[in-house]
């Protein structure tokens, strides 16, 4: 962290990151003045921002285009994942293979951001186990709090809440681990929920609304069985972003335990996201409906 | 010491307080007797008749007179509304020290160094009693506050009680001798009236002061031996009770407090100190660096003490009078008589929640300073003085309303102030290190921060961030990222009130305040000449705050007013509207009513709500100068003119807002040359020739007029003035209006008339009026003026207007928002039809033919063989909520390159909570939202016969996809499903998991059964089959809690069953169009199928018309029969029995296959009927039956299961299967 005498230049968009207000971390990377003279760390750490960013909301190619070759370290890992998210099967393979051969070199396999990538990456494989090897050691809260979402999705809440007092342990306002206490509580449920609604609405108060708070307010909302309140908040989130995958899979779910209809919500999640995994559980719960059918005739 | 205010001037001898009124007498060594308004702090008068000092000064307590006694040796006594010395009272022998008012009787007793105390009825001007004894000065004597007793002090080191009760019953009768003889008898013999009742010994010198008990039968007193003694007194002795040590000079005066236990003494030590009067101990000391003190007083009524020392005065209290709060949504904490309470503005009530402990040592000055609340985690931290700043944190159990018990024990910490920043979080100001400490709920350090100016305080701005006070600044910091985010340049602030909306704040000082956004952002500064004493925000973004003697506003661009003058000062907790409430020095709390109406006016201007201005000038909620000359400063002369009465007034505003009508009516009821003028300028300036017009016409300008039929091309009018002017003998006049006519005859005779026969001639010769011209050479004789020769001659003839125009033309301008009215207009109300039944009912008209014959059908038939009970399948318990234990399994890594990844193990994968649903259900429905498709079809097989699963395809997608949420964690990694569980509770544990939250529930049946009804009411068949089915597909996935739930879905099921069977059989007897016998059969079928009575009317009715076209008509008389008995309404009855009269005695025409006298059921595909004692097979599912061919076939009921298989029976409910 960077002293208290200078303002730290980043908090903001590392806030404004976590929180999902990508457009935010975009249009403040510009305003940074010039004369805040940053190091060539906090400069990578600017421009993965940055770029994370742009893959955030869609912008994948921009992101290809503007990272060269000579780029450092975390630049190239963040192409990397570009590539991933946006490649076929042989883009996929093609970046793996390029992040092992980074991961494996030792003067920049320990660099924070390209472990990250490469949890990422394996989470997107469901190689949790792989995911954890590269991240377990922490290092920085955004390493810590992937190791929570890994726990969490391996479906062993016991070591993401010790994960989670890791964080809490270094410091229990941060952001991040406010986000992981909430996604832990989520998860376990029970009394635990109304915790996690109490840190969104302290994160909505915080931060103008986002898709990513308004969401997690309105999960909160349905897992109490309050369908109707979580559907407005999921309402005005759709408001923000007609696009946002969460809000149209969470419209789709509230929508069912209302016992309205869905399918509006579900057909613009397929337009827009095709590869979403509501899509793919509904794709495969079809295929295993008809499997099942021919078995009882 | 709280010093409320101070005076400097010549040495200060004595001090008097107003009882009600905030003054305060002051008597100087000079000779001056000042009166200070000390509220204020302004001196208000000044006496000055006395030679030499001023020891003694007194207010009466309901008179408006005051007492003095000097060093002349007078009393004087002064009524100060008259400013003047009443009279004079004469007879001491030496410097007077004290003098004082009696508080009933129109008594003065004086003290003096005449070594006598008097006592004077300054009604009647006379000395009444001389009290001897004293054998040096007498330094002071006061009347007890209810008793007949008077207590002096003495530089013969006593102090003495007197006895005065006989001067009460002499003065209760007077008479003249009785009078006269007294005061010879005094004059003599010295105070026969009044009697020593103690001698009160013990000091070792002088004694300064002594003062009673204002309610217990003590006495004070000080003395130049530098001690404070207390003394008890009874009916027949007195004693010293105890002895005050510290002063550390001769001490001037002491006196009980009059509320607080407590006792004030003053020296020449330059002291002024504070004892405890129960423990007589010290409590507290006030020193000045050069003054000696002199006097004091108490007022005697509210917490106030004066002092006079050597330079002047100060007037001062020991102890806070606010009450520290805190306001958090619909409620008030605060702490009164050392207990938390709250109050709820909606409901006004108070509750005491819990006593707060008193800190141990007793000292003055250590109530709660400020309160700060967490709403979400009820606590509450109180912040006071103690030890050099302290605070307190409290949580406060939901359910503690009401009990007296103790809250568990404050945590407890030092800090110069401390608030909430966050829900668990509170942020405590270390003075010494200049930094904030973060603390939890735990009171355990989280986190440092130094601050970035030098802060004297801290307050709230929001979640994580502070307000920090400077001495002459504040700004807003950041705790997390410590950065400022604004800043404000401020006089020594003392309150911050934020919005509800934590958009604006106001910062209140002593004599300001200062409004700014949350960037703190300034937007205005309001100066007060007294204390500002508290505010909050009301919902319309109006700051109301009170001073120490008014309720006032500010509106969001700095105009303020006055709402409310006030008797005593309120601390505001809330405003609503009209309503304010708050608490007063006693901690109180108070409602407080006023007229909202000015501020809400001048709001509405200010944010152009025209709408609302119109509707309060509408209602004419607001009168006053005051508010016409707002109007009038802010541009709104147009609304000032609805409040105007007086004409003069009403016809400026006009002028000014440009409304000429108005300013005609006013000038018609003024009537008088200048406004008429005024108004004729204004008009003209718009072009409203017509105003004008008559405008001139009634002041008679008569020139102006003509001038303006001019240029406006009336020229006829112009000629009317012309002759006008004649009829006037206006020779000028007429002359212009000719000039303007362009009328040279008319000028020449013009002139001819007035005498001026050569201009007449010239004119007439110029503009080629021979004739005329030579009648007028002939007049002239040889006076004819000679002609210019050599020029050209032109006619001087004005242009010709082109048009004849009146009022200038005008943009339509839309009537302004304040003219006209708001027509409401009602809209009428849509009737609804109840039971509309739809044309589908068949409800054609009957054809009242004659029928010719009828046959009856017979047949008996078997009784039906009663079904197979169900049996129920013993399935395995139903939900385990017991913890799960996860056994690890043994997992070995992979071997990795890395030789850091080497050393870690991954954990091995957990348990998906569908999975656990998935272990512990056998209810379909839990298992299709699982995803375990498999399993529910075997189950539903099992249980239901079910073997068609395509319709239930989209109900286990959905049960599927509603079963989880999908949780956004990092960005770019994947979601997190979480599972959506059933029966949440604030109390429910975590990690244990329920069963899941299925999207299909047993109340939706019902709202679709309704919806259903209502379709078939409608005659909408297909609608209402589709909504039937609906029920029926989705029943075997649902799930319920209690047997009685399980009873009602089953009997769902039969109702839906029938109404199935029934539509079905509707909907084949619309398409066959040919067969009028099976038409009438299938009618006749529907009637059989258990429907609700609204339905089966219409049933009835539409099968009695089939058979009565059809001529049927002993099975139509049936129907009838039958519908009359099912409570038809008028019209289904009439008809009913329209068809029963046509019907009777007749028979059918021909024969159906339908017999109503032998009980049957329908079978479900064939639609023929099963008479009892037929075998039949059931569906396993619905209970439909068929004819036994049927069997092995689908159910063309339900679509869902096969005819005649064997099932266990519906299982929906975890109750069923324990």
Not at chain 1, 15 to 44: C, E, W
Not at chain 2, 310 to 326: H, N, Q, T, Y
Not at chain 2, 783 to 806: F, Q
Not at chain 2, 835 to 861: K, Q, R
Request: charged share 25%.
């Amino acid at each position: 962290m960077a002293g208290a005498a200078s303002p730290d230049h980043l908090f903001g968009l590392r806030n404004s990151f976590y929180v999902g207000a990508y457009q935010a971390v975009i249009t403040g990377v510009q305003a940074i003045p010039a004369r805040a003279a940053l190091s060539p760390d906090a400069l990578a750490e600017r421009d993965s921002l940055l770029y994370r960013s742009y893959i955030a909301i869609g912008s994948h190619q921009l992101v290809i285009d503007e990272i060269g070759p000579g780029a450092a370290t975390p630049l190239q890992a963040v192409r990397l994942l570009t590539v991933y998210l946006s490649g076929g099967a042989g883009g996929k393979e093609s970046a793996i293979r390029k992040l092992n051969e980074l991961l494996a070199d030792d003067a920049v396999g320990s660099n924070p951001i390209l472990r990250l990538v490469a949890g990422t990456v394996l989470m997107h494989e469901r190689d949790y186990a792989g995911a954890l090897k590269h991240t377990n050691s922490g290092g920085t809260m955004e390493l810590l709090a992937m190791n929570v979402q890994i726990c969490l999705q391996m479906h062993r809440s016991d070591h993401a809440e010790k994960q989670l007092r890791i964080m809490q342990q270094l410091d229990e306002d941060h952001t991040l681990t406010q986000l992981a206490n909430a996604w832990v509580d989520l998860v376990m449920g029970g009394s635990k929920i109304q915790e996690a609604h109490l840190i969104f609405q302290d994160l909505s108060e915080k931060y103008p609304a986002t898709c990513l708070i308004l969401n997690g307010k309105a999960l909160c909302l349905m897992h109490m069985g309050n369908f109707e309140d979580a559907e407005g908040l999921l309402l005005e989130s759709l408001n923000k972003d007609a696009k946002d995958a969460e809000t149209l899979a969470n419209l789709v779910v509230c929508s069912l335990n209302l016992g309205k209809s869905a399918s509006r919500y579900l057909n613009q999640l397929k337009l827009a996201h095709p590869d979403h995994m509501l899509v793919k559980r509904m794709s495969s719960a079809e295929d295993s409906f008809d499997r099942a059918c021919q078995a009882i005739s | 010491m709280l010093t409320k205010f101070e005076t400097k001037s010549n040495r200060v001898k004595g001090l008097s307080f107003h009882p009600r009124r905030p003054w305060i007498l002051a008597s100087l060594h000079s000779g001056v007797i000042q009166m200070w308004d000390y509220r204020m702090g302004t001196l208000l008068d000044r006496f000055d008749e006395h030679d030499g000092p001023v020891r003694g000064v007194h207010f009466h307590a309901t008179q408006p007179l005051f007492v003095s006694g000097g060093d002349d040796y007078k009393i004087k006594v002064w009524n100060y509304k008259t400013h003047r010395c009443l009279f004079t009272l004469h007879g001491h022998l030496d410097y007077i020290r004290t003098v004082q008012f009696h508080h009933e009787c129109p008594w003065i007793v004086s003290a003096s160094d005449d070594q006598t105390i008097r006592i004077w009825n300054w009604q009647s001007r006379t000395c009444v009693a001389v009290l001897t004894g004293h054998n040096h000065y007498v330094m002071c004597a006061s009347f007890h506050p209810k008793e007949d007793l008077v207590v002096s002090a003495s530089l013969d080191q006593t102090v003495r009680v007197w006895d005065i009760s006989a001067l009460r019953k002499k003065s209760v009768s007077p008479a003249d001798d009785i009078l006269r003889l007294t005061q010879m008898n005094t004059d003599l013999f010295g105070g026969v009236d009044a009697v020593v009742k103690y001698v009160l010994e013990g000091h070792d010198r002088g004694v300064n002061w002594a003062s009673f008990h204002p309610t217990l039968p003590l006495i004070v007193s000080g003395a130049d031996d530098r001690q404070v003694k207390i003394w008890r007194m009874n009916d027949t002795k007195a004693w010293e009770v105890d002895t005050l040590r510290g002063h550390m000079n001769n001490v001037s005066c002491v006196m009980f407090h009059a509320k607080q236990d407590i006792i004030v003494s003053n020296s020449e030590d330059k002291s002024i100190r504070i004892w405890d009067a129960t423990k007589r101990t010290g409590i507290q000391t006030f020193r000045r660096e050069h003054d000696r003190f002199w006097i004091l007083s108490a007022h005697p009524e509210m917490n106030l003490l004066a002092a006079g020392h050597d330079s002047g005065m100060i007037v001062f209290k020991l102890e806070r009078e606010r009450p520290a709060f805190s306001v958090s949504g619909d409620t008030v904490f605060y702490v009164k008589d050392r207990f938390l309470r709250f109050f709820e503005f909606t409901t006004q009530k108070e509750v005491q929640l819990a006593p707060i402990r008193r800190p141990g040592s007793v000292s003055l000055n250590q109530s709660p300073k400020t309160l700060s609340y967490s709403p979400t985690e009820n606590a509450v931290l109180i912040c006071s003085d103690v030890d050099g700043g302290s605070y307190e944190l409290y949580i406060v159990p939901k359910d503690s309303a009401g009990r007296a018990d103790y809250l568990q024990d404050a945590k407890k910490g030092a800090g110069g102030s401390a608030v909430f920043v966050a829900r668990n979080r509170f942020a405590v100001l270390e003075k010494s290190s200049n930094q904030v400490l973060v603390r939890n709920l735990k009171n355990e350090i989280v986190k440092k921060s130094p601050l970035p100016i030098a802060t004297d305080a801290i307050y709230y701005a929001g979640t994580g961030s502070l307000l920090c006070k400077a001495e002459d600044r504040v700004t807003i910091f950041d705790l997390q990222q410590r950065l400022i985010l604004g800043e404000l340049q401020a006089p020594s602030v003392k309150y911050v009130v934020w919005s509800s909306d934590m958009e604006s704040v106001a910062l209140l000082s002593k004599h300001a305040v200062v409004i700014a956004n949350k960037k703190l952002v300034h937007r205005c500064t309001l100066h007060e000449t007294i204390r500002v004493k508290s505010g909050a925000w009301d919902e319309n973004g109006v700051f109301i705050y009170t001073t120490l003697n008014h309720i006032k506003y500010c509106l969001p661009n700095g105009d303020s007013g006055i709402i409310k003058t006030l008797d005593v000062p309120i601390y505001i907790t809330r405003v609503i509207g009209n309503n304010i409430f708050c608490l007063d020095r006693d901690g109180k709390n108070k409602l407080v009513t006023v007229d909202a109406s000015e501020y809400i006016f001048k709001l509405a201007l200010l944010r152009k709500r025209y709408d609302h201005v119109m509707s309060m000038i509408k209602n004419s909620q607001l009168c006053g100068q005051a508010v016409i000359s707002y109007l009038q400063q802010k541009g709104f002369p147009e609304v000032a003119l609805h409040f105007v009465k007086d004409e003069k007034t009403r016809f400026n505003l006009a002028l000014e807002s440009g409304n000429i009508q108005i300013a005609v009516a006013s000038a018609k009821e003024i009537d008088d040359k200048d406004h008429w003028y005024r108004l004729g300028i204004e008009a003209l300036r718009q072009g409203n020739v017509g105003i004008v017009e008559y405008a001139y016409q009634r002041t008679k300008n008569f020139e102006r007029l003509a001038f303006l039929y001019l240029i406006t091309g009336y020229m006829d009018k112009v000629g009317f003035m012309c002759k006008i002017a004649g009829q006037n003998n206006n020779l000028m006049g007429q002359f212009h209006n000719a000039l303007y006519l362009g009328d040279a005859m008319k000028r020449v005779e013009i002139l001819e008339n007035a005498g001026q026969l050569p201009l007449a001639y010239i004119t007439a010769t110029t503009h080629g009026l021979t004739e005329i011209a030579d009648r007028l050479a002939a007049e002239l004789g040889e006076n004819i003026p000679s002609l210019p020769e050599g020029k050209a001659r032109s006619l001087l003839i004005p242009p010709a207007p082109l048009t004849a125009s009146g009022d200038w033309p005008l943009l339509r301008v839309m009537r302004g928002i304040f003219e006209g009215g708001l027509d409401a207009t009602g809209k009428a109300e849509l009737e609804e039809d109840d039971e509309a039944a739809g044309a589908d009912w068949g409800d054609e008209g009957l054809d009242i033919v004659d029928a010719s014959e009828a046959m009856a059908n017979g047949g008996d038939g078997f009784d039906a063989e009663e079904g197979e009970a169900n049996e129920e399948d013993g399935e395995e318990g139903g939900w385990d909520l017991e913890d799960l234990e996860l056994l690890p399994e043994a997992e070995t890594p992979k071997n990795a390159g890395n030789a850091r990844s080497a050393v870690f193990v991954a954990p091995p994968p957990g348990m998906p909570v569908s999975l656990i649903w998935t272990q512990k259900s056998s209810l379909a429905g839990e298992h299709a939202a699982a995803g375990n498709f498999d399993t529910a079809m075997r189950l539903l097989s099992r249980q239901l016969g079910i073997k068609n699963f395509a319709p239930l395809k989209p109900l286990f997608l959905d049960l599927h996809m509603g079963s989880h949420s999908y949780l956004h964690a990092l960005a770019t990694a994947p979601i997190i499903p979480v599972a959506v569980e059933k029966g949440w509770s604030e109390s429910a544990s975590p990690n244990v998991r329920g069963p899941p939250a299925l999207v299909f529930t047993f109340p939706q049946m019902e709202d679709r059964l309704k919806a259903a009804y209502k379709a078939t009411t409608d005659g909408k068949f297909p609608e209402a089959l589709r909504q039937f089915l609906s029920i029926l597909h989705t029943i075997p996935l649902i799930v319920v809690d209690s047997r009685r739930e399980v009873d009602e879905v089953k009997e769902l099921i039969e109702i839906v069953r029938e109404y199935v069977l029934g539509l079905r059989m509707e909907l084949k007897r619309k398409e066959l169009r040919d067969d009028v016998n099976r038409q009438q059969e299938l009618a006749a079928y529907f009637t059989n199928c258990k429907l609700q009575r609204v339905h089966m009317r219409l049933v009835l009715g539409s099968a009695m018309g089939l058979c009565y076209k059809q001529k049927n008509f002993a099975t139509a008389e049936h129907f009838a029969r039958m519908l009359l008995e099912n409570n038809p309404n008028e019209a289904q009855a009439r008809r009913a029995r329209q068809v029963q009269q046509q019907c009777s005695g007749k028979k059918d025409s021909s024969e159906l296959n339908y017999d109503y006298r032998n009980p049957f059921v329908v079978c479900g595909a064939t639609y023929v009927p099963i008479y009892r004692g037929q075998k039949d097979v059931s569906c396993p599912y619905c209970g439909s039956r068929f004819v036994p061919s049927i069997e092995g076939q689908l159910c063309t009921i339900c679509e869902l299961a096969v005819v005649g298989a064997d099932a266990s029976g519906l299982v929906c409910s975890p109750t069923q299967l324990r």
